[in-house]
Every structure is written in C-alpha cells, then in structure tokens.
C-alpha cells in the first residue's frame, strides 16, 4: 500500500509560477518510479513528468523546459516546480506512483498503481 498527498496548488497568473509538493508513505518498493499527471475539464488524465529512483526524468513535450520534478532528500516526497504556466496547464494535477522504470519512461496513466487526490491548479490568462 501507498499513500500519497498533494499539496500547492492555486490560483496564478499566466506567466507565474507555482511548486507542487507530494508526500509519500508506505510500501517503498512500491514507489520507485514517481510522477505528475494533470486532468482538464472534459479532457483524459495525461502524463506531465517521472522521476524514477531520484535519477532519471521523463516529461512532457508541453512542459519541456518550464517545469521541473525532483525529489527530496529522503525520496518520500515529490515536488514539481512549475515555471512560466500557461492558461493551458489549468487542471487537477496528481501524484503517482508504481514499481516500475517503465512506468516512468511511458508516463502512462494505465502504468501507475498507486495516486493521490490531487491538487487543483488554475492559470489565467
């Protein structure tokens, strides 16, 4: 089992920025691979960005260069620095986690076992 909570998100400003924060408990074999998803109004939950074992990172082509993943030092918590948000990053942003490496590499939400509630992230224009 594996709990995970989110936190950090709001309300901003197009061009602002905003860091997303998830804390991790439980089974830790079962969250080497961590990652962010992010869910539109009438849109499926896509892939945003994965870290796997604190090392290697996957993102989006959309988010490319604005935002960063990155763990803390005791690997239990996820964070996502979001730089330069566009109207179009709005959406419910969550924290998952699987076993995986290929979990990470595909950032594929059929791939993930474990999510938390999410955390509502708007941008305005």
């Known amino acids: 089992q594996v709990q995970l909570v989110e936190s950090g998100g709001g309300s901003v400003q197009a061009g602002g920025s905003l860091r997303l924060s998830c804390v991790a408990s439980?089974?830790?074999?079962?969250?080497?691979?961590m990652g962010w998803f992010r869910q539109a109004p009438g849109k499926e939950r896509e892939g945003v960005a994965s870290i796997y074992w604190g090392g290697n990172t996957w993102y989006a082509d959309s988010v490319k260069g604005r935002f960063t993943i990155s763990q803390g030092n005791a690997e239990n918590t996820l964070y996502l620095q979001m730089n330069n948000l566009k109207p179009e990053d709005t959406g419910m942003y969550y924290c998952?986690?699987?076993?995986?490496?290929?979990?990470?590499?595909?950032?594929?939400?059929?791939?993930?076992?474990?999510w938390g509630q999410g955390t509502q992230v708007t941008v305005s224009s």
């Open positions: 439980g089974d830790t074999s079962r969250r080497h691979c």
């Open positions: 998952a986690a699987d076993r995986w490496a290929t979990s990470c590499s595909s950032l594929s939400v059929a791939s993930f076992t474990s």
